[in-house]
């Protein structure tokens, strides 16, 4: 699992049905039971540095085009 990323991972949250890890230049989801990787949630990003998410929203510190971002990505009903 995980295996996307081709460098360290700077950022990983957890819970029973998903992943969200950032690392390189994205944002990444994964589901938890099968192993396998969903989607980029966000991509073309410098770094990522810090992620928390509940059942409804994502927040992501990112940097792209060296400027600092939250970004907020509503999961609604797709996980």
């Not at 699992?1 to 049905?17: E, K, P, S, V, W």
């Not at 510190?61 to 996980?79: K, W």
Request: aromatic share 10%; with cysteine; glycine share 6%.
């Amino acid at each position: 699992m995980l295996r996307q990323h081709t460098n360290a991972i700077t950022c990983f949250q957890h819970d029973g049905t998903k992943i969200v890890s950032g690392a390189d230049t994205t944002l990444k989801l994964w589901d938890v039971r099968s192993g396998l990787f969903v989607r980029d949630l966000l991509a073309n990003l410098n770094s990522v540095w810090q992620v928390r998410f509940d059942q409804r929203r994502c927040v992501a510190a990112v940097n792209r085009n060296d400027v600092t971002y939250f970004e907020v990505m509503d999961f609604g009903s797709d996980i």
